[in-house]
């Protein structure tokens, strides 16, 4: 939850709950595919959301949605580069945290956990660039016009990118397929 201060300007701070706040479920699912690490995706997000709001002034419009996810890329960006500077600790509670869901029988829940650990492990091995242009188009569903606006890339480039990230995908399902008979 975002808690806008008193100090903003009682319109800026409707515009902004009307005009960004409805895609702060897309900058969380996109933090999380950047960063690969659920805390640190929550401390992007939260980052991004204060940075939206103290530059909302200078939004003139536009794509609110393409806007902010760019403010979540370049922020992850930011903390990424912050944190490979330092040491990093390992930590397993990703994985501690996975718990099979009790709707399913233990097979299908399994099957599914293996599908969804495979696929995200393919998309982890995709290069950053390729990655985030395939996040953006599959799961966020924007357009290639706004990827290319949130990338900062022409469109011809994000398509592409968005080739080779499926290409690269599929070859590691026939990997994973090859793997398994």
Not at 3 to 16: H, K
Request: hydrophobic share 50%.
């Amino acid at each position: 939850m975002v808690i806008l201060s008193r100090a903003t300007p009682p319109i800026d701070r409707a515009r902004f709950e009307a005009e960004i706040l409805p895609h702060l479920d897309s900058a969380s699912n996109f933090a999380r595919w950047m960063v690969r690490d659920p805390g640190l995706s929550e401390d992007v997000v939260q980052e991004a959301m204060l940075r939206a709001l103290t530059y909302f002034a200078g939004f003139r419009g536009g794509d609110g949605r393409a806007w902010l996810l760019q403010i979540v890329r370049n922020t992850a960006n930011s903390m990424l580069a912050q944190r490979q500077s330092q040491p990093q600790a390992a930590s397993d509670e990703a994985a501690a945290m996975n718990v099979a869901d009790p709707a399913h029988n233990p097979e299908e829940a399994a099957s599914a956990m293996q599908g969804a650990a495979l696929l995200a492990r393919a998309l982890a091995a995709l290069p950053d660039e390729l990655r985030e242009c395939l996040v953006l188009r599959e799961l966020e569903e924007l357009s290639y016009k706004q990827i290319s606006e949130v990338v900062g890339v022409p469109m011809g480039t994000v398509m592409s990118r968005l080739w080779r990230a499926r290409q690269a995908l599929l070859g590691a399902d026939a990997g994973g397929a090859a793997h398994a008979s």
